[in-house]
């Protein structure tokens, strides 16, 4: 196969032209945009030893995400939700599974849980930078793709839904991590086929560990099917009979409780309005990203192009079929991480408006902002060779202004990107610690809406908050078992913290069972009434 398709191409190209004023703002804006990825990334790496090792809650599903990896394999696993205690399990078992491991080397759960989504992290943007570099081998010199391919591993670490997200114990990161393993290995399966293989392992792993990590397997599907239609086609089948061995394997060991769970259970209140505001909050905060990722996209595909059609005999390539596209992606890897990528970014696009059902927050950005960095990447290597490579080329002056520009809006919109999570806050930390050993030395079970202080203090996750509200309002189901726990005053006292959470009715028997309010921090702790 061949390497080398691009319009700029020159073999033997290692070096950029830096000679005058044009080279010069290259190279200055070059290294702004590195530095200034480099200066946003630098407090990011900074914190996250202090934040990973930080012993309560981060983010408020982390403590419930710690109870059922306790659970996780075991006979309570997707269980009923009708009796006390009262938990879905959201998502499918590879992540709790994997903490479960780590507990097993003698790690703190939420300690390794955090790890390993910071792990997984570091294994996303490594991956990114390794399809810049795939796409960009033999059509650019080595210090156009080092820049790009910097590009491509720092600037998703500078986005807000990325930088806040990577250090909790949630199943994000090893999902999206098992996705671009995926595709990684499906770019190596276009020279060496039997690499299909561990790519439907990954995406396999993938759904398991978040059921709706399906965009990666069908843009790599949809393109591989075009390349290598045989192989595809066997690796289809052999992923199915995988997820469907899975899929059989856990309806067994639940009694049928995994589907109800992950799919019934997890169908929340959805506003159409709540995601425009999301989405247009997430994407005016990395607006000149988005828009550098779709140009990208864009020159990128019209070069490949317009290659294609400088046939040794003048022929235009056809795209009227399947022959045609398959003659086209061969001609290079470059073609098929575009195609990819292309069909990945796409599809992701719709999908995001699910960020408007109820408890989805930023963490439904995080794949499409690892995705743009590979076109923003590839973007920033065509610009810098096609303007300033050792040979020069037509157009070398627009391609130099460009470039330019390109750089300088990237440089601006590093510097004006939303912080990252604050560090914890000690009066925070000193209430935790105080609640955590009062409840150790509770004779009765706590109620607490941090559920990291559960965990922390050796009890049970009674309820989530959030989805057993959702449940309730929608009839999936049926609270007054809870209620009459509230009312019987089952539990020695509560802890809260955003009375939003709660339906009225809940909120209701608390007051009237626990009537006695205190403060610690930034908790309201409920007491009964003492005689």
């Not at 070059?30 to 790496?45: D, E, F, S």
């Not at 399966?189 to 560990?209: E, N």
């Not at 590093?414 to 930390?429: I, K, N, V």
């Not at 939003?500 to 009964?528: C, D, H, K, Q, W």
Request: charged share 15%; proline share 6%; hydrophobic share 55%.
């Amino acid at each position: 196969m061949r390497s080398d398709a691009s319009p700029c191409e020159a073999p033997g190209r290692v070096r950029l032209r830096t000679g005058g004023l044009a080279g010069l703002l290259t190279i200055i804006f070059t290294m702004l945009l590195l530095g200034g990825l480099a200066w946003q990334v630098a407090p990011y790496l900074r914190e996250v030893w202090q934040e990973i090792n930080f012993p309560f809650e981060l983010d408020y599903a982390e403590g419930i995400v710690w109870q059922q990896a306790l659970l996780i394999p075991g006979p309570a696993m997707y269980g009923r939700i009708d009796t006390f205690p009262f938990i879905v399990f959201e998502y499918p078992p590879i992540y709790h599974l994997a903490v479960r491991g780590l507990m097993a080397l003698g790690a703190d759960p939420l300690v390794g849980g955090r790890a390993l989504s910071f792990a997984c992290t570091l294994v996303i943007v490594g991956l990114c930078g390794w399809l810049v570099n795939r796409a960009m081998t033999g059509a650019t010199g080595r210090l156009a793709r080092f820049a790009g391919v910097g590009i491509a591993i720092l600037m998703p670490l500078t986005c807000y839904p990325v930088t806040i997200w990577s250090m909790l114990m949630r199943v994000d990161m090893l999902a999206i991590a098992l996705s671009f393993s995926g595709v990684t290995f499906a770019v190596m399966a276009i020279r060496r086929p039997v690499w299909l293989w561990p790519a439907m392992v990954a995406f396999v792993l993938a759904v398991y560990t978040r059921q709706t990590e399906m965009i990666a397997p069908v843009a790599v599907l949809a393109v591989s099917s075009l390349v290598n239609p045989r192989q595809t086609l066997l690796a289809v089948l052999g992923g199915l009979a995988m997820a469907a061995v899975a899929l059989l394997s856990l309806e067994w060991a639940t009694a049928g409780g995994f589907l109800r769970h992950i799919v019934l259970y997890n169908i929340n209140p959805f506003s159409l309005w709540a995601a425009f505001d999301i989405i247009a909050w997430m994407y005016g905060v990395h607006a000149v990203y988005f828009a550098t990722a779709l140009t990208g996209l864009l020159v990128i595909w019209w070069a490949e192009i317009r290659s294609a059609r400088r046939t040794p005999r003048g022929e235009p390539p056809t795209f009227a079929n399947g022959y045609g596209w398959s003659v086209f992606l061969r001609g290079s890897d470059r073609r098929i991480v575009l195609a990819i990528v292309t069909v990945w970014f796409v599809l992701s696009l719709p999908a995001q408006l699910t960020v408007g059902k109820s408890g989805a927050w930023v963490n439904y950005f995080i794949e499409m902002m690892c995705i743009w960095s590979i076109p923003i990447g590839m973007l920033v290597t065509f610009g810098l060779e096609h303007g300033f490579g050792a040979v020069r080329s037509s157009g070398a002056g627009l391609a130099r202004g460009t470039t330019i520009i390109l750089l300088a809006a990237l440089f601006w919109q590093t510097m004006h990107l939303l912080p990252g999570r604050a560090l914890p806050d000690p009066a925070f930390a000193a209430a935790s610690q105080r609640l955590v050993q009062e409840i150790r030395s509770a004779t009765r079970p706590v109620f607490s809406e941090d559920m990291v202080l559960l965990m922390r203090s050796g009890q049970t996750v009674p309820l989530e908050p959030v989805i057993f509200s959702d449940l309730s309002r929608t009839g999936a189901w049926d609270q007054s078992t809870f209620l009459r726990m509230i009312g019987d005053r089952s539990f020695a006292f509560l802890v809260m913290r955003e009375e939003r959470r709660y339906t009225p009715e809940m909120l209701s028997a608390f007051r009237n069972a626990y009537p006695v309010v205190e403060t610690a921090g930034s908790f309201t702790i409920l007491r009964p009434r003492t005689p």
